[in-house]
Structure formats: C-alpha cells, structure tokens
C-alpha cells in the first residue's frame, strides 16, 4: 500500500510524531513523553482529558475538557506550537448565544472539533434538562458561537463529518440514558444546516462475540478522517468488567457515500488501559480518544485520548499499517 496516497486531506508537516519503540510490533504506539496534559495544567483544574485538537494557523488550537475542583464538568480553549506542550486558557469558554434558553450556562464535557468551510466546529456532551449533543463554532478560538442543541437528551459522542456528504452535514451520535449509560450503539444524522437533523441511520452496534472490548457499549471517538479505503473512524469500546466499565480504542472503516455502511470493523482493540496512567486516576481503565490529526504525505496519524479521565495522552500509528490491520483482523 502506498502511505502517501490514502489519507485525504492537507498535509501537516509539523504533526507530532515519534517512532514507533524498538521491538513493539504494536499498530498504535504512545507518545515516549505521555501525558502530554498533566492533571494541573491550570490552576482551576481537577483534571484535563477527553480534548479535541485540530491544526490552527502555523501550529495547533483546541477544546479542552477540564473538570474544575467543585468537579464541575468545564470546556476551555488552549494552544499548541507543537502540539505537545499546550497552553490551555485559565477560565472556561464564555459561549457568545442570541437565546437565553439555549445559552444559559450548562455543563460540557468531551468536546470534539473539525474545522468545515472555513470555521471550527465544535461539539459536545451538553446539559440541557438531560446530557445531549451541544454545538458551537469559532474563527479564532477567542470569540465561541453557540448554536442550536443538535439532539434531545439523551446522546452523547456527537462527531461531525469533516465535510458535507451529498449535500448534508453528517454527525455521528450515541443516544444513551441519563446515567452512565449500560448500552449504546453509534448512529448517523444528517442536516441541511446544522440545526435540523434527521435521516437518522444505524452505523454499529457493540459486540460480544469475539471482541469483549466493546460488548457493553461504543462510541465515535475523533472526527473520522477521509481515506480512499473509506472514512477511519477511531471509537471507544467499553466491557464491563467485575470492577466496573474498561474503555479501549477500536478503528472502524466506513463506507465513504453511505456512511452506515461499516466496511471493516477491528477484532481485537488498539489501544487498552494499561501505562499506570491509563489505569489508575479519578476513574481507572479509561483510554478515550476524541482527536486524531494526519499528515496525507506521511500517512501519520497523531491521536489525542483521555486516561483514566484524569490526563491527556497521544498514540501514533502508520495510515498504510493501520488500514491493512484494520481489513486483516475485521470481526465485520
Ligand atoms: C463516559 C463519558 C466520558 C468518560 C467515560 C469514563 O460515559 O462520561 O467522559 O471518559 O465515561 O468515565
């Protein structure tokens, strides 16, 4: 498989990257100098994790997740040269809204971002009388626009497309309940104009047979990239174990037209709590991605997660080496 021709996209020379360790035969790898977001990064935070970050002018810019020590769930702006050492703004972002209603403070958490037609989208887990899909855009990561709840409560993990399919906007949701969540299978919308959503499509449901990890629910992870294989779509698989939910990270390719239509799906998962950060922190076995950023040229793939909803890590992987594991061990 020639690596400079799958992904489709710009390229970005500076993505973070490292080598994958001597003697790892591992698909996805971690950063040598994980987590890149400590816990108290700022002053406010209890901890900064599930955080979406995405290429802003020569570096990078992003949402991050930061529960605050009343344990309030709080979404921040922050920056990157590199996007290894980040600085993340001190105070929660101010939402600029036209209706009270929509715009009185709530909590946010998970946030997801993918710049489409010249703006930033931003998306995330929104409080309104019940957990539902909240969304926003920004120019500058200054000034934050928010928009219209995309769904009723209950959903969670609502993921835009980072391009319009036939004409629509695409978000990728899990409904869910009001708690957390026993069950869960990953759905796609569709909308003109980011604020009616409807042709509603079963993607994924979780699976027991032969892939434990992601027997009790799923969920989209990062903004799916484009590929000529179809779009990667990275997501959260969730077993429950005797001592509660361990979260893991599968890849799903899906179709590039018909995005329901799942291609290939992995068998086993690739990437599992277990660096002493994934698995011990406010909530233990937690790896949770929510951002990937590629590099077309390369075929590097640089993935932001969540450990143990207390820090922030990144994964790397190879586009070509992927896919073809992904395709060789599908339980699809
Ligand atoms: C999910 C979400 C995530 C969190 C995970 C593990 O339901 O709330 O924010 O990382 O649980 O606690």
Not at 129 to 142: A, K, L, Q, V
Request: with cysteine.
């Amino acid at each position: 498989m020639n690596r400079s021709k799958i992904i489709v996209g710009k390229p970005l020379p500076n993505i973070p990257w490292e080598k994958r360790p001597k003697g790892s035969g591992d698909v996805v790898w971690r950063y040598s100098g994980n987590p890149v977001i400590p816990r108290d990064i700022v002053p406010c935070a209890n901890s900064v994790f599930n955080s979406a970050v995405v290429p802003f002018g020569k570096g990078y810019a992003g949402v991050f997740r930061v529960d605050d020590r009343t344990r309030s769930m709080r979404i921040h702006a922050g920056r990157s040269k590199d996007g290894i050492r980040f600085e993340i703004d001190p105070d929660p972002i101010r939402w600029i809204c036209d209706d009270p209603e929509i715009g009185r403070f709530v909590e946010a958490y998970d946030p997801r971002v993918v710049e489409i037609e010249g703006r930033y989208l931003v998306t995330w887990c929104n409080n309104y009388h019940g957990y539902t899909i909240g969304m926003g855009h920004t120019e500058d990561f200054e000034k934050f626009y928010q928009m219209e709840n995309s769904f009723l409560p209950f959903n969670r993990n609502g993921v835009l497309f980072p391009r319009k399919i036939k004409g629509d906007y695409v978000m990728l949701s899990r409904p869910s309940d009001t708690g957390h969540t026993p069950f869960g299978d990953i759905f796609v919308s569709h909308s003109p104009d980011l604020v009616h959503w409807g042709r509603h499509r079963h993607v994924m449901a979780p699976r027991k047979d032969r892939a434990n990890w992601q027997s009790t629910k799923i969920g989209a992870g990062p903004v799916p990239i484009e590929t000529t294989e179809g779009w990667l779509l990275f997501y959260h698989g969730v077993l429950t174990s005797c001592n509660g939910f361990v979260y893991h990270m599968g890849a799903a390719l899906l179709d590039l037209e018909q995005p329901w239509k799942v291609r290939y799906r992995t068998g086993p998962y690739l990437l599992n709590p277990r660096m002493l950060y994934e698995c011990v922190g406010d909530v233990p076995n937690v790896v949770f991605p929510c951002a990937a950023l590629s590099d077309p040229p390369t075929g590097r793939i640089a993935i932001y997660y969540g450990a143990a909803d207390t820090v922030t890590g990144l994964a790397l992987a190879q586009v070509d080496e992927l896919i073809e594991f992904i395709k060789n061990n599908s339980e699809h």
